[in-house]
């Protein structure tokens, strides 16, 4: 009896916290928000110690961030399909592993502290509840693809910043802070090069020739989708085409005519 109501207990802790993470309801929207914002604080604590130059930052507040980051991957432990491949097949579950040894162990991983800025990672992807605003925010129905793609793009720009700190920091001394690494990754990503700051030594080459081949690339594919035309998100009956010109009257993929909503002008 005592293990039969240990694994109902279980099945129900289960079913709520599936019902936060997955579920529709204005609670899990808010239990969604109140994670993302914690990503966004775990992400804002490196920045400011590093510009501000403090150590290691508040022990107290890292734990305690440690605590919420390790909650969060238990819970989502326990309502994933297969807990066997709960590591493996999500990446991202590994990379909040690392990013919480960053937290809880600052005496032996103070070194690398920039690795909590990987949690940008998940917050690339937390657009996915931005999106559930659209039934409360016209401003977010009518700017989605625009949010989407500067959360991306901002991303993209703060885990570059991340790298070149990381790597320049103790062997550069024009790079002692984020807000160095910043700037050079801008003046190197806009083709710009000042020249007062350059990455130095063999590991500084390579990460400048991989900004300069790769990451120029994508920084001008991800700031042109930024400013390109508003797109209007509404499925095409006859082809399925889903993003159309906001006053689009025919689908310009197959032709139908399309029916779009429009406030006026």
């Given at each position: 009896m005592s293990k039969?109501?240990?694994?109902?207990?279980v099945n129900s802790l289960r079913t709520r916290l599936d019902r936060l993470y997955h579920g529709g309801s204005k609670a899990a929207l808010r239990f969604r928000l109140g994670?993302?914002?914690?990503?966004?604080?775990?992400?804002?604590?490196?920045?400011?110690?590093?510009?501000?130059?403090?150590?290691?930052?508040?022990?107290?507040?890292?734990?305690?961030?440690?605590t919420i980051l390790l909650a969060d991957l238990s819970a989502r432990w326990l309502i994933s399909?297969?807990?066997?491949?709960?590591?493996?097949?999500t990446p991202l579950n590994l990379v909040d592993i690392i990013v919480i040894l960053s937290l809880i162990a600052p005496l032996i991983f103070g070194e690398f502290a920039f690795l909590r800025v990987l949690r940008a990672l998940r917050v690339a992807r937390s657009y996915r509840v931005l999106q559930e605003l659209r039934e409360d925010s016209r401003?977010?129905?009518?700017?989605?693809?625009?949010?989407?793609?500067?959360?991306?793009l901002g991303v993209f720009i703060f885990i570059v910043s991340g790298a070149v700190h990381a790597l320049?920091?103790?062997?550069?001394p024009n790079i002692a802070t984020?807000?160095?690494?910043?700037?050079?990754?801008?003046?190197?990503?806009?083709?710009?090069?000042?020249?007062?700051?350059?990455?130095?030594?063999?590991?500084?080459?390579?990460?400048?020739?991989?900004?300069?081949?790769?990451?120029?690339?994508?920084?001008?594919h991800l700031l042109?989708?930024?400013?390109?035309?508003?797109?209007?998100?509404q499925k095409c009956k006859n082809c399925g085409l889903?993003?159309?010109?906001?006053d689009a009257v025919h689908c310009k993929h197959c032709g139908a005519e399309m029916n779009i909503e429009t406030e006026g002008g």
């Open positions: 039969e109501r240990h694994t109902g207990q994670l993302l914002s914690v990503d966004l604080i775990v992400i804002a604590s490196y920045v400011v110690t590093s510009v501000l130059g403090l150590p290691n930052g508040l022990p107290a507040l890292e734990l305690l961030f440690a399909s297969s807990s066997r491949d709960f590591l493996i097949r401003f977010f129905r009518r700017n989605e693809n625009v949010i989407q793609r500067t959360v991306n320049q920091k103790d062997i550069n984020w807000l160095d690494a910043l700037y050079f990754t801008m003046t190197a990503l806009t083709t710009t090069g000042f020249g007062d700051i350059v990455l130095v030594g063999t590991i500084g080459r390579w990460l400048s020739i991989a900004i300069l081949i790769v990451g120029v690339g994508l920084f001008l042109q989708s930024v400013f390109q035309p508003r797109k209007v998100r889903l993003l159309h010109d906001a």
